[in-house]
T-cell receptor, first 115, second 112 residues
Framework: GAGVSQSPSNKVTEKGKDVELRCDPI?????LYWYRQSLGQGLEFLIY????????KSGLPSDRFSAERTGGSVSTLTIQRTQQEDSAVYLC?????????????FGEGSRLTVL | GENVEQHPSTLSVQEGDSAVIKCTYS??????FPWYKQELGKRPQLIID?????GEKKDQRIAVTLNKTAKHFSLHITETQPEDSAVYFC???????????FGKGTTLSVSS
């Protein structure tokens, strides 16, 4: 695709429900990141996938958060038993770097609102 | 793991003035330091980056300096314009393929 695609763009859910957020990275990009951006806050690192290596999950805030990347392409971020503090914009980014630094290309984000 | 601190959190300047944003990092192994700009309602985009083998890099009105000994790096914007108004994020990582960690951002406002 032309860029990183995320869906849904907006999601409103009730507290306690599970949500899934999808990221479709730029074709051929081996690195994929999930970040969380709360209102007026920075880019909080959540998880990082690099090729076939084990993902870096060190940023996940609790065991309610998980992510997978199938076939080295599409990634899904799952939040179980959502809480109001999970409300934020979830940004996905991909990069062509292979164990080297490189520009991150961000998606438009998925805005999650937990009522 | 890496920790990146960014200052100030907000910065207001008059058009034509210079703006400086500073960041410190904790991991001495970090050797790649990009800066991203996020305009209101848009996604972050890379504006400039620097690697540890150089101390300064310039691109038109934007420059970045790096002091590896002190573990800090700075973004300098000269002759600021209203369209420079945005949130700026610094970040750091090392080339071992670890995650890119961002600072909390600086909201720059340029008034005409």
């Amino acid at each position: 695709g032309a860029g990183v695609s995320q869906s849904p763009s907006n999601k409103v859910t009730e507290k306690g429900k599970d949500v899934e957020l999808r990221c479709d990275p730029i074709s051929g990009h081996t690195a994929l990141y999930w970040y969380r951006q709360s209102l007026g806050q920075g880019l909080e690192f959540l998880i990082y996938f690099q090729g076939n290596s084990a993902p870096d999950k060190s940023g996940l805030p609790s065991d309610r958060f998980s992510a997978e990347r199938t076939g080295g392409s599409v990634s899904t971020l799952t939040i179980q038993r959502t809480q109001q503090e999970d409300s934020a914009v979830y940004l996905c980014a991909s990069s062509s770097s292979r164990g080297r630094s490189g520009e991150l290309f961000f998606g438009e984000g998925s805005r999650l609102t937990v009522l | 793991g890496e920790n990146v601190e960014q200052h100030p959190s907000t910065l207001s300047v008059q058009e034509g003035d210079s703006a400086v944003i500073k960041c410190t990092y904790s991991d001495s192994a970090s050797n790649y330091f990009p800066w991203y700009k996020q305009e209101l309602g848009k996604r972050p985009q890379l504006i400039i980056d620097i690697r540890s083998n150089v101390g300064e890099k310039k691109d038109q009105r934007i420059a970045v300096t790096l002091n590896k000994t002190a573990k800090h790096f700075s973004l300098h914007i000269t002759e600021t314009q209203p369209e420079d108004s945005a949130v700026y994020f610094c970040a750091a990582t090392n080339q071992a393929g670890t995650a890119l960690i961002f600072g909390k951002g600086t909201t720059l406002s340029v008034s005409s």
